[in-house]
């Protein structure tokens, strides 16, 4: 049972926009910023939204993040083949002293 | 460029130990924090441990407490997590990342930890 919740799966067809939720509480998301990765089959996750709403140099633009209150969430527009990855959203936790991770959501594109 | 290499994964029996490394290059490693996050089988991420660039703030998560150790070498560019009295549960691929402050923002390509008998 992960700290933060997110849909397990998501789809959408090839140039759709698709959005991932995440939602959490006020000791996680609601006081700390949110940060995103990708996760392609394989490989190590990769950071692809920081600090809410911010890209790392080299994500593209289609890829945008936002937070209110306790929840945030991740859209991707002009969807594309090798967007097929598991995404998961993270924020630190005050009662940690370390992030918490979601569950993780496993986008296809149809 | 940045480059962050895991090693020191394996297969051990419950109760054993082992020292997984993280060799760091292409950066300024003692400016960074560092963090080792892991991935059970089929699972999700969970955050391991954290330690501050000269090894000042260190914390763990509540599941290794008490039975993993974090700790850097500097001069060497290498971080660690020593990892004792393991169990079936910690069963994943370890990956060491880099912490900067915007998010875990280098990976390295994770090692494998078996726990079996």
């Known amino acids: 049972q992960s700290v933060l919740t997110q849909p397990p799966s998501a789809s959408g067809t090839p140039g759709q926009r698709v959005t991932i939720s995440c939602s959490g509480s006020?000791?996680?998301?609601?006081?700390?910023?949110v940060n995103w990765y990708q996760q392609l089959p394989g490989t190590a996750p990769k950071l692809l939204i920081y600090?809410?709403?911010q890209r790392p140099s080299g994500v593209p633009a289609r890829f945008s993040g936002s937070k209110s209150g306790t929840s945030a969430s991740l859209a991707i527009s002009g969807l594309q083949s090798e967007d097929e990855a598991v995404y998961y959203c993270?924020?630190?936790?005050?009662?940690?002293?370390?992030?918490?991770f979601g569950g993780g959501t496993k986008l296809t594109v149809l | 460029e940045v480059q962050l290499v895991d090693s020191g994964g394996g297969l051990v029996k419950p109760g054993g130990s082992l020292r997984l490394s993280c060799a760091a290059s292409?950066?300024?490693?003692?400016?960074?924090?560092m963090v080792w996050v892991r991935q059970a089988p089929g699972k999700g991420l969970e955050w391991v441990s954290s330690?501050?660039?000269?090894?000042?703030?260190?914390y763990y998560a509540g599941s290794v407490r008490g039975r993993f150790t974090i700790s850097r070498d500097n001069a060497k560019n290498s971080l660690f997590l020593q990892m004792n009295s393991l169990r079936g549960e910690d069963t994943a691929v370890y990956y060491c990342?880099?912490?900067?402050?915007?998010?875990?923002?280098?990976w390295g390509q994770g090692t494998l930890v078996t726990v079996s008998s």
């Open positions: 990342a880099r912490d900067s402050f915007g998010g875990f923002d280098s």
């Open positions: 993270a924020a630190r936790d005050d009662n940690l002293n370390g992030p918490v």
């Open positions: 600090s809410n709403n």
């Open positions: 006020t000791s996680n998301i609601g006081s700390n910023a």
């Open positions: 330690i501050s660039t000269s090894s000042t703030f260190i």
């Open positions: 292409g950066f300024t490693f003692s400016s960074y924090a």
